[in-house]
C-alpha cells in the first residue's frame, strides 16, 4: 500500500523526538541485548516446587476453573479415559483430531467404539481432541501449538475440548513453557498461534454471573499422562 | 471518532446518580471486581514484586521504542504479517477500509479492541455497507442497543439482565417468542447460537492486541470467552489493531505482565484465554486466516511520550483503577463521555480529545489515591491528575468562582494564625450541628455534594489542638 512507508517513518520520528534521542548504534546494541538476554524473570515460589506438588497444583487450579482432569499411568489407557469420560457426560463417541503422531499412535483398539475424523474443527464438531506442547503448574495452563498435527479450530469450535499432555511437558511456572516453545520452534520463532488455555470458555458479561460455553468449549477435559 | 460528551460531565454525572437501572446494575458487579483482585493479590505472595517489575519493563520499552517498534516490523514482517504504521485515528480507518475493500468483504467480525471504539472504526466500515458483529458478549450487547462501553473490560457492566433479555426480543426475532430467557445461561446460549453464525460467515476478523512481542513478532489477545480466536481464527483475513505502546520485548516480558493483568482485572489468575498470533498460516496449515494485518497506531501517544505524562503509557487497560475508584462506581463509565473512563481515563482522554473538551475529568477526583494503590504498572494517577489541572488553571480555563475559591483557600492556608481561628470557630460548629447522625444529609453551600451522600461531620476538635495537648502530655 502506497505511503506505507512514510507513514512509518513518520510515527518513528515523531518517538525519536519525544524521547529526544536518534537512532543510535547503542540504543540499538541496548536493545539487542535486552531480547538476548532477558533480565531473569521473577518465578512465582509456587512455580518451583517439587514434581509432586506441580501435579497437585495443575490440578487443583484446573478444576478450580471447572475442567475435569483425568490421570493415566501410561499412553496406553488414553483412549479408555476419552472414552469413559465422553460417556460419562452422555456424549457422542466421535472426535474430531489432527495428524499429531502421539495421538495417532494410541491404543484406539482398546475402544473400537471411539469414531475419529481427521483435520480441522468445522461447525458441527462436538468434540475435538488436542495434545498441549506444554502445561504450566502455576496456573493449570495448557500451551497448545497450532499446526497439521494440531488445528487451532480444534481448541475453540467443539463444545467439548479433550486436551492429552504428557507428565514430561510439565513444567512449573510460564518460563518453562517458552523454553518448550523454543526448543521446538527455535529461537525468536512461533508457529502461527499458540493458545495458552486455562479452563472451558466463559462470560460474566450479563448481571455478572458467571456462565461456561460463550464461544469456546462448555467442557475441558484433560488427561495428564504419566 | 466517537461522540464526545465529556464537556457535559457535570450533568452526565447527575443523570447518572439519579438513574436507577445504572445504579443497580453498578452496585451488582463493581463491588466483587475489587474483593476479587484482593483475593487474588493476596494468594500470590511475589505480587508487589511482580508490579515492580512490570512497571520497569514498560519503562524501559517506552526508552526504547523507535527501537522496539522497527524489531517488531521486522519479525513480524519475516512471519509474513504485513505492518502499517497509522500515525492519526483517520489512517488506521483508511488502511482497515482499504483491506476490507480488498477482500470484497461482507462480514466483519470484531474482537474486543479498545482503539477500534477510540478510532471509531465501525461506523466507518458500516459506512462502507459492511455488515460489522461485535463478538466479545459485552461488546455485542452494547452494539444491539447503539451504546458504547462503560467499562474497558466490563463494556455492558452498566446493563441488567432484564434489559440484555429485553433487547435479545426486540432483535432475534427468528426465535420461538415463547423462549424462556430466565436464566444467564438461557441468555448466552442465545447469544452464542447467533454469533456463532456469524464467526463461520466472516470475511475479515478484527482483533486488538493486549501485546506486541519484538522478540517474536507476535501479538497477543486475552479473553474469557474464546470470541476473539474464533474472530481471528476463521476469516480468510485477520486484522491485529494495536497501538505503539502495547510493545513489550520478550516473551519472559509477557509472563511477568500476565501475572499481573488477570489477578487485577476480574481476580483470576489468568485469564482463561491467553493466545500469541504470529503471521497468518503457515504452509500445511489446515486452519488460520490466510492473510495476517497488522496496525500500529499512535494517535496522540508519542506526543505523551515526550511529556509528563509518559508513565501513563505503561498501562495495560486492566480496569483495575475504574473497579475501586468512589467516582467511577458512583456513575459508571458512559458519564466521563468518551471511550475511556475511571482514573485512566481521566489522564488519558484530555490528552487524546484536548484538555478543552475534557476538563472536567481530572477533577472529577477525589484523589482518595486508591487507583494508583491498585494499578498494576504503580501509574500514579492521582499525581497525572494534578498536573491537568495545573494545566488548566495556568491555561485560565478554570471557573471564576473556582478560582476565587482556590486564592481564598490559599490566602487563609498562607496565614497560619487565621487559619486556626476559622478552624477553631468552624470545626466545633460542624461538629455539634452533626453530632447526632455523625454526618450531614444538607449543608448550605455544599448541595451539590449532600445531593448524592452525606457528609462527615468533624471530630469536635482540630487536629492542631489535639497535636498540642498530644506534645503536652494531656491524656485523651
Sequence with gaps: MSGAGDNRDAVIFKIRQALGTYDSAARRSAVAARLDTPPPPLVPERARQAKERLRDLFRQYLEGQSATVLEVPNAAEVPAAIGGFLRGANLPLRLRVGEDAYLEALAWSTEPALERRKGPAAGDDEVGLSRATAAVAETGTLVLASGADNPVTLTYLPETHIVVVEDKDLVGGYEGAWDKLRARFGRRAMPRTVNLVSGPSRTADIGGQLVMGAHGPRRLCVILVG | MSTITSPDFKANARAALGDRQLQRALSEVAPGLAARRSAARAGLPEFEALRDLGRDIKDHTLAHLDVYLEEFERKATAAGSIVHFAPTAEDARRVVRNICRQ?????????????????????????????????????????????????????????????????????????????????????????????????????????????????????????????????????????????????????????????????????????????????????????????????????????????????????????????????????????????????????????????????????????????EEVCPMKIPLPGLMRHWREEEYSAGDTPLLYRLGLRAWAAAAKRPRLYHTLARIGIPLLATLGRRRGAFRWLPLAGSWTRHRDLAAPQSRTFQALWADHKAGVPR
Design chain 2, 103 to 371: 477482500a470484497n468483504a461482507g462480514v466483519v467480525t470484531k474482537g474486543k479492541s479498545m482503539i477500534s471504539e477510540e478510532i471509531g472504526l465501525n461506523a466507518a466500515l458500516e459506512g462502507d455497507g459492511l455488515e460489522v458483529v461485535e463478538t466479545d458478549l459485552g461488546e455485542y450487547l452494547i452494539q444491539i442497543r447503539g451504546e458504547t462501553p462503560s467499562h474497558i473490560i466490563a463494556p455492558a457492566i452498566h446493563l441488567t439482565q432484564d434489559q440484555v433479555e429485553a433487547d435479545f426480543r426486540r432483535l432475534h426475532t427468528k426465535l420461538p417468542a415463547d423462549r424462556q430467557l430466565i436464566e444467564p445461561a438461557q441468555l448466552v446460549a442465545e447469544a452464542r447460537q447467533i454469533l456463532r453464525q456469524k464467526f463461520l460467515a466472516a470475511d475479515v476478523g478484527i482483533t486488538g492486541a493486549n501485546f506486541l512481542i519484538a522478540e517474536t513478532g507476535s501479538s497477543v489477545i486475552v479473553t474469557n470467552e474464546g470470541n476473539g480466536d474464533l474472530t481471528q481464527s476463521l476469516p480468510k483475513v485477520h486484522i491485529v489493531l494495536a497501538s505503539i505502546e502495547k510493545m513489550v520485548p520478550t516473551l519472559e516480558d509477557v509472563g511477568t505482565l500476565v501475572r499481573l493483568l488477570a489477578r487485577s482485572a476480574t481476580g483470576q489468575e489468568i485469564s482463561t484465554y491467553t493466545t500469541f498470533s504470529t503471521g497468518p498460516r503457515r504452509p500445511g496449515d489446515p486452519d488460520g486466516p490466510e492473510v495476517c494485518h497488522i496496525v500500529i497506531l499512535d494517535n496522540g501517544r508519542a506526543e505523551l511520550l515526550g511529556s509528563e505524562f509518559r508513565e501513563v503509557l505503561r498501562c495495560i487497560r486492566c480496569g483495575a483503577c475504574m473497579n475501586h475508584c468512589p467516582v467511577y462506581t458512583a456513575i459508571g463509565g458512559h458519564a466521563y463521555g468518551w471511550v475511556y473512563p475511571g482514573p485512566i481515563g481521566s489522564v488519558l482522554t484530555p490528552a487524546l480529545i484536548g484538555v478543552a473538551k475534557a476538563s472536567h475529568l481530572p477533577n472529577a477526583s477525589t484523589f482518595c489515591g486508591r487507583c
